[in-house]
Structures are given as structure tokens and as C-alpha cells.
């Protein structure tokens, strides 16, 4: 099942949600993970390694290994 990280700006950076979906502890962590793990934005065919990447809903963020999460601003 897809989580669903929900706020209430107009848009939230990837090393943020990495955070919020608890893929990592913290924020500090962001520029490691995404240089080491493929983490891909929606149907993007290369992997994102820039950790100030914004989201905003509608995207779904896709790690390997790790379940898929999107970005809304309903609840």
C-alpha cells in the first residue's frame, strides 16, 4: 500500500519527505542516502540525487526496496 504524506505548503523537498516518510532519521542523511540508493520522482527514468528537489502533490516518490510514497495536500 502506497503511504500518502500529506502537507500544507505548496510543496515539500525530497530530503523532507525522505524524513517524514522515515526512510531516514534526519535531514542530515539526505545527500548520503540519495547518493548511494536510487530514488526516482514519478515516471522519471534517471534516479534524483539533489535532496532540495521539490515535490509537490501528485508525485510519487519510488526507492528500491522501500514501499512508494506520494505527496497530497488532502487528508
Known amino acids: ?32 542516502f540519495l547518493a548511494e540508493i536510487p530514488v526516482f520522482i514519478n515516471d522519471e527514468q534517471e534516479a534524483e540525487s539533489r535532496r532540495g528537489r521539490k515535490l509537490f502533490p501528485g508525485d510519487t516518490v519510488y526507492i528500491e526496496d522501500e514501499p512508494a510514497f506520494s505527496i497530497t495536500d488532502e487528508e
Open 1 to 32: 500500500m502506497e503511504e500518502k504524506i500529506v502537507i500544507q505548503t505548496q510543496y515539500m523537498t525530497l530530503g523532507q519527505a525522505l524524513k517524514e516518510a522515515a526512510v531516514i532519521d534526519s535531514g542530515g542523511q539526505a545527500k548520503w
